[in-house]
């Protein structure tokens, strides 16, 4: 008995040592030799491995700061949006370069076709994906650009910081929100945005994206855009403009100066975290009759929000 | 009148249902219990019952309290698991025993797959395995049949309670098979399944009853049970032509055993068996040759469900390896 | 007659519920105003010809079709041109349209409105192929592909049948199978310019067999015509399509990927049959189809003669008004068409008919979990992994899907109809096929 457990002990041992010693000249002769600044680096990251800079994930993300420090001693159009500025100075300070700070992002829902604001037409009965959705139809308030209220971008949050609410039907955005840009990429109708978080997260944009005239985009949704121009009137610092029948206000020159809010006839721009006033405007509602003229259909209209792709056809002569 | 409803096309459906396909599979089964009751008496209902109604149990306590989901127990998967688990054990299986192979059945072999639909082998096997290995006393000691009414020639006394296959293998240590088979009942017994067994696999008549309105019903395909039988017809008829002393033939493999409920209601599992006709063609093949393998040299006398279940493991590969033929492809190639 | 031909990969059998084959067809009085969609076709749409205000007649031009897969649009109404507005058009989305206040029935000069049969044809190839181009003629099976392009015979292939669709095997549509019975020899004088616009000397009508009485005009019909041929089909769905059809008939198998033309082949419908007859014949530019106005609820299902651009209300209105239990519209069959939003949708040149389908058939059965039954592999007429594909999709892993031949589908929802577990396979696979398309077109941008 003793015998047989002796010579399990050697001949596993001198397995055990054999193997070791292969493995050992193995490693050493496979050894990729690396710079070690690419641990250190992915180290500082979050480890979220979201995407939103751009690189599969942190890993990738390391190897190209580093390897962008190495080449051209700078690390500029590389930043990690989770991280925000903290990691960023860290991920500076180990590849010995400083880094300008950026303001914080985060995603911006532009569109408030609630189902207040939006009535049912019809029932959309399938797969709960807008991807689908969107090349099937306009959607269920009828708005084409609108929000499908499927949740494409819920989906493709990695942080927990995008919700639908049951009573809107529309995704709301929350604190972890840390502007990877997920459900930008994810949102088939380009409706929402990453814009600057603002002092104490005081925002002012424009909830709409609706590029139809006014007439057809209010007879869809109550609050939506219809290019009348008098925020861009409004406007002294020249940071809103008007496109295809539709206000944007640049969030780099917007001074947050609250004015245009009040003088939207649909009320389509939305003020977030800022103290209420002392006296509600009431709403202009003659305003909301002063359409824009008519204009052709220009050419930026047919990015992926208003035409369905072009394959939306059945691909087959079928009879 | 109510908003109208927008979806992708087709904008219609056919008219079949989950539901259907299972039922359908059930009341192909009824011959085949019917046939068990009445060879095996009461006792045969007793596990029957026991062993459907705590699958159905279990499946509803896993999906209500586990996965805290919809529960969906009469879609009849449940009690088709069930049913073939009785199939595959003796008729005096205690009571206990039963319940602890519908047990693992659901709740190890399907609901922690995720349920209906994922689970990679068939539940009521793997029920059946580990019964098997943990039990073996109590999952091979066949009780002898007797008839409910009527009589007929009662069996040879040299059988004792073994299945034909058992009483092969252990014979064949010390003798040869034309002398074991003088001392078996004739193959007629067989066919009608007047023979000891697990309580489904004995008859083989009321199988194939089953199997044809199957069949005809189009809830399986015939290239699984085909090309399992197949193999196994002409892997033992190669063998018996080289050896008549040392192997039985084709004929005793084909009306012994659980072959013909492997192969009809088990191997043809529609979600543990591959996609395409030739990965099922395959599929079946791998089964016989195993199951010949393990009754002619393993260690068990009978190896239907090991066989399936370890060509089970293989369907994720054989889905990938043989494709259906894609239209316009042989064109394209050339 | 034997054994009947059809096509060997899946297919399935919805029930045909052909409710208007019976009913001849009406011509549809005009509509009061008219909203013509500039796309009307498969590829670019037209660039619009008219402005607001402009008075029109009928047969003038509207769009002009200016990219090589594009075609021309006509107004099918006279009157004053509202504007150019986005119109909800089939597509569920709204798009540009020209929008008229119809104003009598002018036309313009030279259209032959007789019904006179003009069997001499005396245009040569060329100039069939560019009458075809200037009057705006698609393929009106659905597809809407524009026709002179089939006809014009890429370099290094070469053609040697013409094969017209008259399966029409949409559960419902009857508007092919009335053509057939009422204007067979218009089809059959369509069918010959069309083979002389492609160069061949041989073509053959496809008909399912659930139409006898249309099998039998047209093969009386067709004798007194050269190189035709009618080919009796079994009924299987989806025998229509291109691919399916051309097996069918002259057991070819067109290459994965490719176009009909790659085995000598070119496919047209029996209603593009009749529009080429009546623009090369008798210069009427596509401006009217047959449209089935159908569903078990409409009071007078039947088939009408309908001018493009009118609201799809006012055929509901003639077939007894929306009846109290609708659930859904449909612009095409049950199988291929498209669920429309409104009953403002205008008819274009694609629509081969409406069917109104009862609140209890426009609900979708509930989706549970896939058993891996296999049914929409073997009912798959192109030989795919439905649920293989609608997997890959579903976890957007679209290299994968291209590999799984995702772009061979051609949507003819066979999958989703037998599947028991309800799961709509065709929407992923549709939606693989989008992204996948995109893939492809970036690529070849790059």
Known sequence: MNDVMIFSVISLGAIGIAAAVILYFVAQKFKVIEDPK???????LPAAN????????CRNFAEATVKSANESKHIEGLNCPVGGNDVMTTVAAILGLEVEESKPLIAVIRCNGSRENSPQKVEYDGPATCAFAHNLYS???????????????????????IHMDPVTGLPVVNDKCVACGACVKACPRDIIELRFKGPKDKRIFVSCVNKERGGPAKKNCAVACIGCGL????????AITIINNLAYIDYEKCKLCRKCVPVCPTNAIHELHFPPKKEKPVKPEAAVKEEKPELPASKEETDKGGVPPEDAKPGNQQA | MSMLTVSGSPHVHGDSSVKKIMYTVVIAMVPAMLVSVYFFGLDALRVLVISSLSCLFFEWLIQKYLIKGPVTIFDGSALITGILLAFNVPSNLPTWIIIVGAFVAIGMAKMSFGGLGKNPFNPALVGRIFLLISFPVQMTSWPEPKMLFGSMASQPDAMGGATPLGFLKEGLKNSTVPELMSKMPDLMMDFIGFIGGSLGEVSVVALLLGAIYMLIKKVITWQIPFAYIGSVVVFTGILWLIDPDMYVDPLFHLLTGGLILGAFFMATDMVSSPISPWGQIVFGI?????????????AYPEGVSFAILIMNAFTPLLNRWLKPKLFGETIKAA | MGILKTFSLGGVHPPENKLSADQAIEVLPLPKQAFIPLNQNLGAPGVAQ??????????????????????????????????????????????????????????????????????????????????????????????????????MVPEGKTADVLIINGVECEPYLTADHRLMIEKGDEILVGTTILMKGLGVERAIIGIENNKPDAIKNMTELAGKFKGIEVCPLK?????????????????????????????????????????????VQKNKPLIERVVTITGKSVAKPGNFMVRIGTPIRELIEK?????????????????????????????????????ILRESESKRVDVKNCIRCARCVSVCPMGLEAVLLAQLAEMEMWEESEQENVMDCIECGSCHYTCPSGRPLLDYIRLGKSKVGQIIRNRGKK
Request: glycine share 16%; net charge negative.
């Open chain 1, 231 to 238: 925020c861009e009137k409004e406007c002294k610092f020249d």
């Open chain 1, 139 to 161: 959607g269920e308030g009828g708005c084409q650009y609108g929000c499908l209220g499927l949740g494409d971008c819920v989906a493709a949050c990695q942080f927990d910081a």
């Open chain 3, 235 to 279: 009924v299987k769905y989806p025998q229509g399509g291109e691919k399916q059809l051309i097996k069918a008939t002259i057991r070819r198998e067109v290459p994965s990927g490719k176009l009909p033309i790659e085995v000598g082949a070119v496919v047209n419908n029996v209603g593009t049959a009749f529009a080429v007859y009546q623009a």
């Open chain 1, 50 to 57: 979201c995407g939103g800079c751009g690189f599969p994930g």
């Open chain 1, 38 to 44: 690419i641990d250190e680096v992915e180290e500082a």
């Open chain 3, 319 to 355: 077939a007894g008004g929306l009846p109290e239990d609708s659930g859904k519209m449909i612009g095409g069959g049950p199988m291929m068409g498209k669920a429309l939003l409104s009953m403002d949708t205008p008819v274009v040149k694609g629509s081969s008919g409406i069917l």
């Open chain 2, 286 to 298: 791998g089964c016989g040759v195993i199951t010949i393998l393990i009754r002619i040299w393993g």
């Open chain 3, 50 to 151: 008219v402005q607001k205000g402009d008075v029109i007649k009928v047969g003038q031009l509207l769009a002009k079709g200016e990219a090589f897969i594009s075609s021309n649009v006509h107004s099918p109404v006279s009157g004053k041109v509202l504007k150019i507005d986005n119109v909800m058009d089939p597509s569920g989305y709204r798009r540009p349209a020209v929008v008229v206040n119809v104003d009598g029935d002018e036309w313009v000069d030279g259209i032959d409105r007789t019904d006179t049969l003009v069997k001499e044809i005396k245009l040569s190839q060329k100039e069939i192929v560019e009458k075809i181009h200037q009057l705006g003629i698609v393929g009106l099976g659905g597809a809407t592909f524009p026709s002179h392009v089939k006809l």
